[in-house]
């Protein structure tokens, strides 16, 4: 059976093992990282933390294997991690001895965190990260994790939401480029989307 639901408090351990395991453009990153919860640091972890209203799990018989996680107000959602999230992280990462290469690119990022392109955050003010474990993959898991939090956002009252794909994630890219969402430009590593709502 599988279960769409709500977050729990409890799904903080697997919204770091889920971004992790697919954190490589999709693909599992564990052999990449010395520490396994970086990753999550960044692309899952602080939502469960700050916002959890905004995340929501996919549960089947062998545990939590996907999400989404997201924010209605990304300048917003900035200010809050610079204020709350990563002051912490970079004082516990101030010494990154024993670090692989990912490792330390993924410490530049806490203590010099990109932002979307400000014209794309005018425009789709929200924004997403979703991860699916394999075994969820192809089934409309993905799907449906989408539609809940596309309608809670509409609900609330979100004009638009944007997202960035890795250039290499190709069953991303397809993803989200059948899922209502609208290729909006392209960079070296990074593919920008937006749905207005």
Known sequence: MLELRAYRSDDLDALYSICLETGDAGRDATALHND???????????????????????????????????????KRFAESLEAEWWPDLRLFYADSEDMTEADKARIATINAPSNAPSDLTIAYPA?????????????????NLLKMWVDQARKAGVRGIHLGANVTNEGGIAFW?????????????VVWFGMAL
């Not at 469960?48 to 924010?71: C, K, M, Q």
């Not at 997403?128 to 993905?142: F, W």
């Not at 969402?181 to 070296?188: G, M, S």
Request: glycine fraction near 12%.
């Open 36 to 74: 396994p919860k970086l990753v999550g640091h960044i692309y899952s972890a602080p939502y469960g933390v700050l916002e959890p209203h905004n995340v929501f799990i996919a549960e089947d018989d062998l545990g939590v294997a996907g999400y989404i996680v997201g924010t209605h107000d990304t």
């Open 177 to 189: 480029s059948k899922s209502g969402f609208n290729e909006l430009r392209r960079e070296p590593s």
């Open 127 to 143: 924004h997403i990260h979703m991860n699916l474990l394999p075994r969820l993959r192809g089934q409309r898991v993905g799907t």
